[in-house]
């Protein structure tokens, strides 16, 4: 692979780096005939994500055909190579990257201004494929809006919160931070967001319900969107089944795959109805609130994951045809009669093919 | 010996007294060469040259010309000392330590004002220091200075020498690799002219300057050399580069370095500040 990047595309380059490093240690790199591709993963497969650059992101971008290669690197060398980001703009004319199969080496020259020559010469390792099965655009749930939003929604959790439950309604949107089952609820601080529809560039419900994910995670990509400003889609369909965040514009791609935690007495979707807003006064008295949590039947945004919802059966069983999930049948955790709610895992293809154990057809990724 | 009182009687006891209506232009220089605990201070007619040493293979040197104090009065041809660099700085900075410019303290009148007076072999330097009206006597107990060491560099052994203007200098050296444990520096009249490179844990990096580049204002390089230093010898003059506004990089014959920082203080007059180094080993060429 031989590909130079300039001008402004440095920087996106370096972000998307800097954003993977929120996911895993290891950069995957896998130049392809329909552009570079930059994966992560993190060590509990948890959390998947990968940039996919189309060959128009470069001005130059040739790669040996017909030859499959893939590698693996520390992403910290990689972050290291585009390490003051701010003067990265100013300084870098252009970037050009080189892979040299022989001598399992990945060179990163930096032209700069005043004619300074930065040179990276990277060792890396094979590896495996990492390719994340899933199929977005069939998602139940789908929204995009500004990265604005988003980063104005998560600067009101503190940056040591590690999940965050978001839950639909046919017209809003509500963030809250999750608070384990055992926490005491004198202790806990509890923060919720609603969002309306309107403040979405698309939002669009066929299933209402809550989903919890890792909120670090996310941050990742948020680094990303906010720097180049793309709009964040949100594709999920319930809780168990990951939920798949993305930035896309006509040179690039990158979707962010988080698992979400499954309740394993959800085994059907919940109704359509219309929920009660709940009202304006009971943010103001806790013990309602909390009264409101344990009881059975809880029409409004603030579920947790965690308690057992009992709830009339769901005529709408077609919004459970058996989409693409990232867990294979063998895997389902719903299996588990009693025990805590189970984070999904994300299922990867560890070979070549594409076949997935799943009965929708696979997404080009 | 009276302390509230400096009267121009007092002058007849001291060797060396020298003032500066800003403590700030004598700090900051001492700042870029504190990597160590104890200074060697030289005094002549000419000026103040203040050194530090590590290990016998790195020796740091701050020029302040006579012409920068406000007083500068010795009365032997060389007096010499050894000082605590880290309570002497303490002491300089003792009203705190503005940290708005010079510009803006000069407007405010907050600057420290010092006098520093010695009085010979066996006294303590007596710092007194001035600001908005009071004053605070700092007495830093003095010790037998050492020999700095002689890296015997002289111009005439130097084969290549270059002049670059620090900004660019500045972001390769926040940069550099730190799990490299050597910096190693290859100057040559031919590719790649002036290139510092690193051997890390990921891998290697070079940093390649052109001698056309318009940060390079003097490129004399007369035979291809390659030299390694310790990165952990080299790391303290990045402090002495944050603040100068250009430097001069000289290898001689021996393949020992020297890096001369021009620097500029609060009032813009020139200081200058040395490092030399050691080479590391023996390095084949490639």
Redesign the interface.
């Known amino acids: 692979m031989d590909c130079v990047v300039t001008g402004g595309n440095v920087k996106v380059l370096a972000k998307a780096v800097h954003s993977l490093s929120r996911i895993g240690d290891e950069l995957y790199v896998e130049p392809q005939e329909d552009g570079l591709a930059l994966r992560s993963v993190n060590s509990s497969r948890s959390a998947y994500a990968c940039f996919l650059f189309s060959p128009l992101f470069f001005s130059r971008y040739t790669t040996t055909n017909g030859h499959c290669f893939r590698c693996k690197?520390?992403i910290?060398?990689v972050q290291?190579v585009f390490?003051?980001l701010a003067?990265l703009e100013k300084?870098v004319e252009k970037c050009h990257m080189k892979l040299d199969e022989q001598k399992s080496?990945l060179t990163f020259t930096l032209h700069c201004k005043?004619?300074?020559?930065?040179?990276?010469?990277?060792?890396f390792q094979d590896s495996e494929s990492l390719q994340a099965v899933f199929d977005k655009d069939n998602s139940a749930n789908i929204f995009r809006a500004q990265p604005r939003l988003l980063v104005d929604t998560v600067v009101h959790f503190p940056s040591s919160l590690e999940e965050v439950t978001l839950s639909v309604s046919d017209d809003r949107m509500w963030f809250k931070n999750h608070v384990e089952e055992d926490a005491e609820p004198s202790k806990a601080m509890l923060t919720e967001l609603c969002l309306s529809s309107d403040e979405f560039d698309q939002f669009s419900v066929q299933t209402q319900n809550s989903i919890t994910f890792c909120l670090k995670e996310l941050r990742g990509l948020l680094i990303f969107a906010e720097s180049t400003g793309l709009p964040i889609s949100i594709h999920f369909d319930e809780p168990g089944s990951p939920v798949v965040l993305s930035v896309t514009d006509s040179i690039l791609d990158g979707n962010f795959v988080l698992a979400t935690l499954s309740d394993e007495n959800k085994l059907h979707t919940r109704p359509c109805t219309q929920p009660q807003p709940p009202p304006d006064d009971f943010n103001d008295d806790m013990d309602s609130y909390l009264i409101a949590m344990d009881t059975s039947i809880v029409p409004g945004p603030s579920v947790t994951a965690s308690a057992p919802l009992t709830r009339a059966e769901s005529s709408d069983q077609s919004a459970v045809n058996h989409r693409t999930q990232l867990h294979s049948e063998d895997e389902d955790e719903t299996d588990h009669a009693h025990g805590p709610p189970i984070r999904s895992f994300v299922h990867f293809s560890l070979d070549q093919s594409f076949l997935p154990l799943l009965k929708c057809q696979p997404s080009p990724w | 010996m009276p302390l509230s009182t400096q009267s121009q009687t007092d002058d007849e006891f001291y060797v060396l007294v020298a003032t500066l209506d800003n403590a700030r232009n004598l700090s900051n220089i001492l700042k870029a060469i504190a990597f160590k605990d104890h200074a060697i201070f030289s005094a002549t007619p000419n000026g103040l040259k203040v050194t530090v040493e590590d290990s016998k293979c790195l020796q740091a040197n701050a020029f302040i010309q006579a012409e920068i104090f406000q007083e500068f009065t010795i009365k032997e041809d060389m007096v010499g000392f050894q000082v605590n660099l880290t309570v002497l700085l303490d002491c300089l900075n003792i009203f705190g330590g503005s940290t708005l410019p010079g510009n803006y303290t000069e407007a405010l009148k907050v600057s420290t004002a010092l006098r520093m007076c010695y009085v010979g072999y066996g006294y303590p330097l007596t710092l007194f220091l001035e600001e908005g009206g009071v004053v605070t006597v700092c007495k830093i107990n003095t010790q037998e200075p050492e020999e700095p060491i002689d890296f015997e560099f002289c111009s005439s052994n130097v084969t290549n020498k270059v002049i670059l203007q620090s900004e660019?200098l500045k972001?390769?050296f926040?940069?550099l690799?730190m799990t490299s444990e050597v910096l190693q520096i290859t100057m040559s009249p031919s590719q790649?002219f002036f290139r510092l490179s690193t051997f890390g844990?990921?891998?290697?990096?070079?940093?390649?300057?052109?001698k056309?580049?318009?940060?390079m204002e003097l490129f004399q390089c007369t035979k291809t050399q390659t030299n390694r230093y310790k990165m952990s010898l080299l790391k303290p003059s990045t402090k002495a580069l944050a603040l100068s506004c250009k430097v001069s990089v000289r290898t001689d014959n021996r393949g020992f370095l020297s890096l001369q920082y021009l620097v500029r203080n609060d009032d813009g007059q020139i200081c200058f500040v040395e490092y030399y180094c050691c080479p590391d080993e023996e390095v084949e060429e490639e």
Not at chain 2, 201 to 210: I, L, T, V
Request: charged letters at 25%.
């Open positions: 690197m520390a910290k060398s290291a390490r003051s003067t300084n080496r005043h004619g300074l020559l930065k040179t990276h010469n990277l060792s | 660019s972001e390769a926040s940069e690799d790649p844990n990921s891998g290697n990096a070079h940093y390649d300057y052109p056309d580049s318009d940060m």
